[in-house]
């Protein structure tokens, strides 16, 4: 596996803080595939997203249907995200 240089690590950084949260898995995904082996450490570790990220960027990237569960103007499935804090039940 070879690595990017500075300048590109720096414009993938850059390009990556751009995107939305499902664009980030995807493209994150298509970077380490273009690497081969090893790919997925390198990128997880250069863009600070997890493995498991990565794995569900390829699931959304090989099956469009799990794109169209997300409704549109969202960022996640409906019930996605962090719940909201109530400390009186």
């Given amino acids: 596996m070879t690595k990017y240089n500075q300048i590109t690590e720096g414009l993938m950084l850059g390009h990556f ?3 939305s949260e ?3 898995r995807q493209y994150a995904y ?3 595939e273009k690497l081969g082996r ?3 450490t390198y990128i997880s570790k250069l863009l600070h997203i997890s493995h498991k ?3 569900k960027g390829e699931a959304e990237v ?3 249907e799990l794109l169209g569960q997300i409704p549109a103007g969202r960022q996640r499935r409906a019930g996605g995200g962090r719940k909201k804090f109530c400390p009186f039940p």
């Fill in 17 to 19: 803080a751009r995107l």
């Fill in 30 to 32: 298509l970077e380490a």
């Fill in 38 to 40: 090893g790919g997925k």
């Fill in 22 to 24: 499902p664009q980030r």
């Fill in 53 to 55: 990220a990565i794995r």
């Fill in 62 to 64: 090989n099956n469009p």
